[in-house]
Structure formats: C-alpha cells, structure tokens
C-alpha cells in the first residue's frame, strides 16, 4: 500500500492538500523512509522501481536485494539520475556497465569509466570517447590495460596525460615520459589546471599553444587570466577573450603583446575604461 502511494485516500488527499498538511514533499519522505525498510520483498521492490519519483527509483540501487531483472529496467530508465546512480555501483554487473558506457549523457559515462567494476574491453571502448573527463576517469581507473594507459599518456589533452601519471598501475616507462607533469612537492590540494599552471613559463614545455588553449577554458578565473596574458595564446582565443563578460579578462587580451591590432581596435570601444585605455596604449604604440 505504501509502495503504490495508497496510504490516503483521494478524498483524504484532497483536504489535506487545501489544509497544507500533504506536499509531494511528505509524500517522498515516506518513500524514502520504504526504501530502506529490510522487509521489502520483490513484489514490493517492483512496484518502486515504477515510482514517478527519480530520485525512489535511483535509491534502490543502494539496496543489495534488487532482484536480477530490476537491474537493466533501472539502467534504461528515461530518467539521467537514475541511469547515473546505476553507473556508480559497485553492485552493477559488467554487461549492464557496457551498455551504459554508450549513453548520450557523458556524466553518465563518467561513472562508467570510475566504476571498478568496469572492464578493460569496456575501458578500452570509453579510452576513444569524444569528451575528455571521461577519458580522465579511464586512465585513473585501476582496470586499464597498460596499452590503453600507453594510448592516453599521449593525449591531446593535459588532465588526460596527468591521469595516466598518477595511476599506480602505469608501467613506469610511461610515468618516467609524464613527469613532468608532476610538480613537487604539493603544499596543497588544488585543482591539475591550477597546479601545474607554472608550465605555461616554462621554457621546456613543448605543447603551449594546446596548453594555453585549454587553460583559457578553465573553470578557475585566474588561470584564464594568466591564459590569456600569454604571448603564445592562440589568436582565435584571444579574438573569444576580448568578448569575455569579464572585464579583466578583456584587459589581460588588451595586454598581451601578442593581440593583433583589429582586436585592439574592438577593445578601443570597450565598456570598461581600464580596458579601453590598455587598448588605446597599445594602438598607440602600433602606430609610432
């Protein structure tokens, strides 16, 4: 009866929705509460893996008694958190993992790919994937064939090749080519961009315009910022800089001595003075 949400009555239901004692919200946390009770049996684990509710049907897969054929019903669920809680557990079987590992929701193949229980073949199949987190979760996973490490430790990018050097399990030939990439020692934790921001300056680093280009798409503003003051940032990255919603970033594109004069020109009409006046200088000095 819980289980079918049959524990009150339409009539019920109605007046204590007016009386603001029934939300959804209530509903849920009675369901949630089912999920965990011992005594479901497979009748009852049936009928919640059809609950309207994404987040009920994404907690069964916590439960170790989901019965074999609720498995693959839950991995092709419609819904993305649902198929995204069966690509994390540790209980999912490899065929089910496989067929995840082709899913349109590249959060979803992610898992996959930092799911232990994932195969090398399927880590071989997620190595080629178009999106490079997930390649990162493949060359961090401990399955991963030493000749897919091989493959990844020459990938195009940065993350990537520092993944395949921090898996414990990469033939020491490879990390001995990627160390580099390892900056000691670490005071701190922080993240690889910002890490290992310092190989931009560095002279020996022989993929900087690959670099840069990811740097600027960073997810931390100053490693954009410095990005985009570097005199080797590609002009197609500079040309998107100088149309940053963010106005030190327009500045650092207005001040890399690298900014060909037709993006000076644009930034000569900035909104931002401090923008404008580094543009002005530079044209100026173009000119003499």
């Keep these: 009866m819980l289980a079918a949400r049959e524990f009150v009555k339409e009539p019920e239901k109605e007046e204590l929705r007016d009386a603001g004692m029934f939300s959804g919200c209530n509903i849920e ?4 509460a089912l999920v965990y009770n011992n005594s479901l049996n497979p009748q009852i684990l049936a009928i919640l893996a059809l609950d309207p509710s994404p987040k009920i049907r994404s907690m069964l897969v916590r439960r170790h008694d989901l019965s074999p054929e609720l498995w ?10 649902v198929r995204g809680a069966i690509a994390s557990s540790t209980n999912c079987s490899t065929s089910i993992l496989q ?4 899913d349109s929701y590249t959060e979803i193949r992610q898992k996959v790919a930092a799911n232990r229980n994932t195969t090398a073949n399927t880590l071989e199949f997620l190595s080629q994937d178009l999106n490079s987190q997930v390649r990162e979760k493949v060359a961090v996973n ?3 064939a ?4 091989e493959q990844l430790a020459r990938d195009e990018q940065v993350e990537v090749r520092l993944a395949v050097a921090q898996n414990p399990n990469t033939p ?6 990627l160390q580099n990439l390892i900056v000691q020692p670490y005071t701190r934790e922080s993240s690889p961009t910002l890490r290992f921001l310092s190989r931009i300056y560095n002279p020996d680093t022989d993929d900087l315009p690959t670099l840069l280009s990811e ?13 985009l003051m570097h005199p080797l940032t590609l002009i197609s990255i500079l040309a998107e800089g100088a149309g940053s919603l963010s106005w030190l970033e327009r500045c650092a594109v207005a001040d890399n001595p690298s900014t060909p004069v037709e993006i000076l020109q644009s930034l000569d009409r900035d ?14 000095n173009s000119l003499e």
Excluded: G
């Design 72 to 81: 693959p019903q839950l991995a092709a669920d419609e819904d993305e958190e």
């Design 215 to 227: 740097y600027a798409q960073s997810a931390n503003a100053f490693v954009r910022f410095v990005a």
């Design 146 to 149: 030493a000749s897919i490490l």
């Design 142 to 144: 401990a399955n991963t």
């Design 271 to 284: 909104s931002n003075r401090i923008a404008r006046a580094i543009a002005q200088t530079h044209l100026q």
């Design 29 to 32: 946390s009675v369901l949630e």
């Design 99 to 102: 067929t995840l590992a082709s």
């Design 172 to 177: 020491t030939s490879i990390r001995e080519s």
